[in-house]
């Protein structure tokens, strides 16, 4: 018998759970990333390079997300992102507790493994339970149920550093508990949802998806200078704590929460290609003006921007959503990871010693990959459906 039968008047659908999770996992991720940078290296010892491993280390069960297609053998879609949740939980409530190198690989590894399955899952399941007509809006909408949760994250790290002045083990404990608590709640609340098309138990690469894959692989490249060297570049350049941090990230949630589901509507109007233009754009600009900024409040305003911009990245799921046969939505989830964490794994390392010499040269690279995939951008057709997955821009059409 499921808790739901002793709460009549919940509500009990897939998007009320899409919802519930959504907000579950950026409340632990949210906690762990506001004190990691400062954690590592006030209380860990750590360096740049050291960070820069730990953070190609978080990556590798991003890189083996193809596992997820295996396991869905012998558990289904939706338990496995609830049991995610809840290893993602336990791993944050950990760290605190290991602050030296050899326990942040551990508390990250555990951490990460539950994160990384949990997003190839949930992005599974939303492309199957929405419509191609509201897919956009809706995944704008869960963006910002995620940064409601993030908002929250980090307004607890700034009362519990500033305020009660809790150590920082608790603060990791409360983090992790939130989402061991919400992930319970859809484990016990929710019906196990039947998919209404049989997911490929066998990893799937379509020819047809290359241009998503490539997309893909960018996005990862691109997502690791803002994750790890952004974030870094406020602590070591401008001498931000972890309070400072967590109200940086306070103000990304609040901002997040506002836009995102008018960035969903802005892609379901504009189109995937101009959506995705827009954002490369936008992260040629960020990426170059982070090379040289030297004001604090503008290091902030640029980091804002660009975590906005991440909204974007709805355009390259809502693309394949339109050119893919909805059996491969599982296994090509795990896939995109894999090929989105092959960049992720190598580069954080790579890049941890090149900030050691050239914190600048890190973000000129930035730039350059954002030019990459903004030129990928512009083969994606104006209207994606099966058997038209790219088409040439206007720049080659001429040759």
């Known amino acids: 018998m499921h808790l739901r039968h002793f709460l009549p008047n919940l509500p009990v659908s897939q998007i009320s759970l899409l919802r519930l999770m ?7 991720f949210g906690v762990w990333m506001a004190l990691f940078n400062n954690f590592a290296i006030e209380q860990g010892g750590l360096n740049g390079a050291h960070i820069g491993v730990l953070q190609s280390w978080r990556e590798v069960p991003g890189f083996l997300a193809f596992g997820v297609v295996f396991l869905l053998l012998v558990i289904a879609e939706q338990r496995l992102a609830i049991w995610s949740l809840l290893m993602l939980g336990v791993g944050t409530a950990m760290t605190g507790f290991l602050p030296s190198f050899s326990g942040l690989l551990v508390t990250t590894m555990l951490m990460s493994i539950g994160f ?3 997003e190839t899952v949930k992005q ?17 909408r869960l963006i910002a149920f995620g940064s409601a949760s993030s908002l929250l994250a980090y307004g607890w790290v700034w009362l519990a550093l500033q305020v009660f002045k809790l150590p920082v083990e608790w603060v990791y404990v409360l983090g992790g508990g939130v989402t061991i608590a919400l992930a319970l709640v859809a484990l016990l609340v929710f019906p196990q949802y039947k998919s209404t098309v049989q997911q490929h138990k066998k990893l ?31 602590v070591e350049r401008f001498g931000f ?17 506002w836009l995102a589901p008018k960035i969903g509507g802005l892609v ?9 233009t827009l954002e490369y754009v936008g992260l040629m600009l960020v990426f170059v003006a982070y090379a040289f900024v030297d004001w604090a409040p503008l290091a902030v305003a640029l980091y804002m921007l660009d975590h906005v911009l991440f909204a974007m990245a709805i355009a390259q799921k809502t693309y394949f959503q339109k050119i893919a046969d909805p059996a491969d939505m599982a296994s090509t989830a795990g896939v995109s990871f894999t090929i989105n964490h092959i960049a992720a794994v190598v580069l954080p390392a790579v890049m941890g010693v090149l900030w050691l010499v050239s914190p600048t040269s890190v973000f000129l690279l930035g730039a350059a990959m954002a030019g990459v995939s903004l030129a990928l951008a512009r083969w994606v ?4 459906v099966p058997g038209l997955e790219w088409q040439s821009p206007l720049w080659l059409k001429g040759k």
């Open 124 to 140: 599974s399941l939303a492309l199957q339970w929405f419509s191609q007509d509201e897919a956009a809006v809706q995944l704008g």
């Open 116 to 118: 990384h399955y949990y």
């Open 268 to 276: 379901a109007r504009w189109g995937e290609r101009r959506a995705l």
């Open 22 to 28: 959504t907000f579950a996992m950026p409340f632990s």
């Open 204 to 234: 799937v690469f379509r020819k047809r998806y290359s241009l998503y894959y490539a997309l893909v692989f960018m996005g990862g490249a691109r997502r690791q200078i803002f994750v790890v060297f952004a974030a870094l570049l406020m």
């Open 241 to 257: 704590g972890a309070d400072a941090v967590a109200l940086m990230f306070l103000a990304n949630g609040l901002l997040s929460m």
């Open 381 to 384: 057709p104006a209207r994606p």
